[in-house]
Structure formats: structure tokens, C-alpha cells
């Protein structure tokens, strides 16, 4: 079959690779559609993932398809089920999994290889992170669950109330999520971002208020809820900046490797502030999240919006480095 293989540091070649031998409690799945990631793109850039991905390794991980194989002692699951899996699962054993962060998990289990014809899916994940599709859910929409299912757990952490104003800096894919869900929860949302396409949809999915950073559209209020959905330093700053006392932020963007930040500590003291991080996804919000999807809340066409066969997929991560036009690309892994 052929995948696109991940060998170094922007060095990605699609080849032919042979199937591998499903083993016990393992399926394989037909992938029928694969998405682009910021997070693929830095790893991309980067080379590797100390923890996802350590080159010569297949790539991509946000992915949905139709089982064509199943393996020995595999229940409840057959041949042509259409289904969607996230790219890890929890050993459930750990201190973390038992209090309920999974996304913590000590011996957190990540499944790479949605930029292929064809998937492995592990035992662990296929008992823990596999879903079954509705027989109307797009397959395409069904791949946002594992970015959808950071995000749900990034708004959990956050404890939104109705009424309450957030701002999220960033409208990239995962900053449109928020904004999506955030109005959902009744919130008054205000965006800053860049990108014309972008832009145009976050008002479309609910911020009243879109601020063009490009422009110098910087919203000068003091907000209930901050999200920083970058991942810069600089804007981590900004955050905390843009909260007002008493409020919340959430540094959802992971920044570049080795990189730190400084705050005036009379600033978060005297304000009062709750500063925090929301990293990955649990089982239960990756189920959260296909519910978002299968309810019409989070929908494929806000999200994604261009399309690449897989043979051109190389050539897209190289110009993505350069600045991504899309929200969101699928990679037509049949072409």
C-alpha cells in the first residue's frame, strides 16, 4: 500500500510499504478520509515527536474509514463497520488514568499512519478509542473528533458559564473549535486571529466580535475567559494581558520547544488569576466530541477546506511552512 513516511526533519516521502500482520485484538481499517494538523505540521517541521512519533514512522493521525480486517479475539466489531479512532489511549492502570486524567497517562499509547491507504489500529486503542459512525456521518467530519476532543477538554477545564466573555486569540482550526463550542455554551465571544478565510468564519461560527491581529485589531477589554489557541510565546503574554481580575486563561497553544515566558507576579497575584494548560483528550471526550459531530454542533465545512491527493502530500507540508491558506486540508489517500 502506500503512506507517507516521516524519515527526518521536513523529509517526508509517500512509498510503498507492505501491510503489516494484524495481531491479537487488532483491526485494520480502509482509511476513507485524513486530515491535516498543526501539530503534524510541527512535527514536520521539527523532524520528530518525542513522545507521538520517532522517525522512519508512518504519519498523520487524525483519520476515519471502514474496517477491512479484523484480528484474532477482536469482538463486537466486522468487517465494513465505519468507524473513527483517535490517535492514543490510556493504559488505564496508572495514578493519572485512575483520577480520571487519561490525557496524562504515564504509558499514553499513539497511534500514527492516517496519511496511508490502510491502518493498524492497536488493541488498546480499538478497546478504548474506537467508535462506531453513524450510517449519516460524513466521514470526513468524523476525523475532526480527535482536534474537537482537545478542545472539549480544553473548555472543561475551563468551566464556562452562560453570559460569561472569552476571547480566543488564534482562528486557526482548534481556535475556530472553541469559538464554535463556546458560543454553543451561551458565551459572548470575541476573536482575534488572521487570514481572510478564517476570519469569515468565526464570525460565521459565532464570535460577534473578529479582530484582524494583522490589522492591529486587538480588542482592548478585559475578558472573563482568555484562550490562547497560538502557540507563541508572545501571545501566551498577551492572554494575560487581555483577562480581567478574577478570570480565567487557558494556554491551550503548545509553544516551540526550550522556549519560557516572565509575567508580573503583582499582576497575577493582585488580580487574582487562573492560569492554566489543557493538553490532549480522554476517552470520554473523544465520545463527546463525535456527539458534537453527530448532533450537527461541529460541522466538516467550517473546517475543512481544500483537498490533496496523497502523492502531493510533501509538496503541501512544504508550502504549509510557509503559511497555511486552509483551515484544514483532506488528503485524498486514494489518489
Not at 463486537?76 to 493519572?96: I, Y
Not at 478504548?128 to 456521518?137: E, H, P, S, Y
Not at 480527535?146 to 486557526?172: F, M, Q, W, Y
Request: with cysteine.
Amino acid at each position: 500500500m502506500r503512506a507517507a513516511i516521516l524519515y527526518g526533519k521536513e523529509d517526508l516521502r509517500v512509498e510503498q510499504i507492505d501491510d503489516a500482520v494484524l495481531g491479537e485484538g487488532e483491526v485494520r481499517i480502509a482509511i476513507e478520509a485524513a486530515l491535516t494538523c498543526g501539530t503534524d505540521l510541527k512535527v514536520y517541521r521539527r523532524g520528530y515527536h518525542a513522545r507521538m512519533i520517532i522517525p522512519p514512522a508512518a504519519f498523520g493521525h487524525e483519520l476515519s474509514g471502514t474496517i477491512c480486517e479484523v484480528g484474532r479475539g477482536v469482538t463486537g466489531w466486522t468487517l465494513g463497520d465505519r468507524v473513527v479512532v483517535a490517535n492514543s489511549a490510556p493504559c488505564g492502570c496508572c495514578d493519572f488514568c485512575q483520577r480520571g486524567q487519561e490525557n496524562l497517562c504515564n504509558d499514553l499509547l499513539f497511534l500514527n499512519g492516517a496519511y496511508a491507504e490502510r491502518i493498524v489500529v492497536p488493541a488498546r486503542l480499538v478497546a478504548k478509542n474506537m467508535l462506531r459512525l453513524a450510517d449519516q456521518t460524513p466521514f470526513v467530519a468524523a476525523a475532526l473528533v480527535e482536534p474537537l476532543a482537545c478542545v472539549v477538554n480544553g473548555l472543561a477545564d475551563l468551566k464556562l458559564h452562560s453570559g460569561e466573555r472569552v476571547l480566543t486569540i488564534g482562528t486557526g482550526p482548534v481556535g475556530l473549535m472553541f469559538i464554535a463550542l463556546a458560543n454553543a455554551a451561551g458565551c459572548q465571544v470575541t476573536a482575534a486571529g488572521r487570514g481572510a478565510e478564517r476570519l469569515i468564519a468565526a464570525r460565521r461560527l459565532g464570535a460577534s466580535i473578529v479582530g484582524d491581529v494583522e490589522k492591529g485589531e486587538i480588542p482592548e477589554e478585559a475578558f472573563d475567559v482568555v484562550i490562547e489557541a497560538v502557540g507563541k510565546p508572545e501571545t501566551w503574554q498577551e492572554a494575560v494581558r487581555k483577562v480581567r481580575k478574577g478570570g480565567r486563561v487557558n494556554f491551550f497553544g503548545g509553544c516551540p520547544a526550550g522556549t519560557s515566558i516572565s509575567f508580573e507576579t503583582g499582576l497575577i497575584h493582585y488580580s487574582n488569576l487562573t492560569l492554566l494548560a489543557s493538553f490532549h483528550h480522554t476517552p470520554r471526550t473523544i465520545r463527546q466530541a463525535l456527539h458534537h459531530i453527530e448532533s450537527g454542533l461541529i460541522q466538516a465545512a467550517d473546517f475543512v477546506t481544500g483537498e490533496c491527493p496523497l502523492s502531493r502530500l510533501p509538496e503541501l507540508l512544504q508550502s504549509m511552512t510557509g503559511g497555511n491558506k486552509a483551515i484544514k486540508t483532506r488528503v485524498r489517500v486514494d489518489q
